[in-house]
Nanobody, 122 residues
Framework: QVQLVESGGGLVQAGGSLRLSCAAS????????VGWYRQAPGKQRELVAT???????DYADSVKGRFTISRDNAKNTVYLQMNSLKPEDTAVYYC????????????????WGQGTQVTVDS
């Protein structure tokens, strides 16, 4: 089994910054694509940013130029640096990872974290 744990959320004033972390643990062989998603109240979950194992990145138009996704493969951790935050960035942020695991089976599985709340006050 693999666990993803997000951290770093909180309350911040508009224009401020937060850095989210997504730490993976368990019987991990490798972590492939990782994505950060968010879900605001009453809205569908949306993709914010993705990063491949070789650090190729992609962003939603709404966060380009403000958010940066990065990863530390040695630590099995992915980060989301969020700058110039806006009230519309308020949401629960989730990480999602495609993981090659070694137990209970040697296979590739899709995992989600429990989410971390980000609130941007205007």
């Amino acid at each position: 089994q693999v666990q993803l744990v997000e951290s770093g959320g909180g309350l911040v004033q508009a224009g401020g910054s937060l850095r989210l972390s997504c730490a993976a643990s368990g019987r991990i062989v490798s972590i492939n694509v990782v994505g950060w998603y968010r879900q605001a109240p009453g809205k569908q979950r949306e993709l914010v940013a993705t990063i491949t194992r070789v650090a190729s990145t992609d962003y939603a138009d709404s966060v380009k130029g403000r958010f940066t996704i990065s990863r530390d493969n040695a630590k099995n951790t992915v980060y989301l640096q969020m700058n110039s935050l806006k009230p519309e960035d308020t949401a629960v942020y989730y990480c999602n990872a495609l993981v090659r695991q070694s137990y209970p089976n040697y296979d590739v599985r899709d995992y989600w974290g429990q989410g971390t709340q980000v609130t941007v006050d205007s």
